[in-house]
């Protein structure tokens, strides 16, 4: 119901980060992670929640790197936890973090994550226990924990538990 609201085709896989549009969350990387996941998955699809003061630089890397199509930008919204309902994996990329708030809410949604292994990150993202964990601004290593999460239900399945206990 949710995909098809937001007209998101329903055999996608979906990949999505909430946080504001602004150098310290890194959406540049997620939108060069989602051009090299599209690459080789076609049947992807990528959203932002959230909005921010570099918004259309963001917009404009999106239509350099053609994938327009395959790409939501939300704005600011009431309703984030129906976003991340669809998420097959949720990632908070920032380049600093004081304290993750959306890693917990991905955590209580059931999702599996990837994140960047900095400041306070790594106290609720615990590498390869309840998630995956990649250097910050490392596209490659995203691409690559991206596709072990997609291609591996058990480990996919494994971070959900965990991640889900410890927020609990």
């Not at 929640?49 to 327009?68: A, C, F, M, P, Y």
């Amino acid at each position: 119901k949710v995909k098809n609201k937001y007209n998101i085709p329903l055999n996608s896989k979906v990949f999505g980060m909430v946080g504001r549009i602004s150098k310290q969350k890194a959406p540049d990387i997620f939108i060069k992670v989602a051009s090299e996941i599209n690459k080789k998955l076609p049947n992807s699809f990528f959203i932002i929640v959230g909005d921010g003061e570099d918004k259309e630089s963001i917009e404009l890397l999106i239509d350099e790197l053609g994938i327009k199509e395959k790409t939501l930008i939300t704005g600011w919204v009431d309703n984030i936890y129906e976003y991340i309902s669809i998420f097959d994996i949720a990632m908070l990329l920032s380049r600093w973090e004081g304290f993750g708030l959306a890693i917990a809410e991905y955590m209580i949604a059931n999702k599996p994550i990837i994140a960047t292994n900095i400041d306070s990150i790594p106290i609720l993202v615990e590498n390869e226990v309840n998630g995956l964990l990649v250097d910050v601004d490392d596209i490659d290593a995203v691409v690559r924990a991206a596709f072990r999460i997609i291609n591996d239900s058990k480990l996919a399945n494994k971070f959900i538990k965990n991640s889900n206990n410890k927020a609990r």
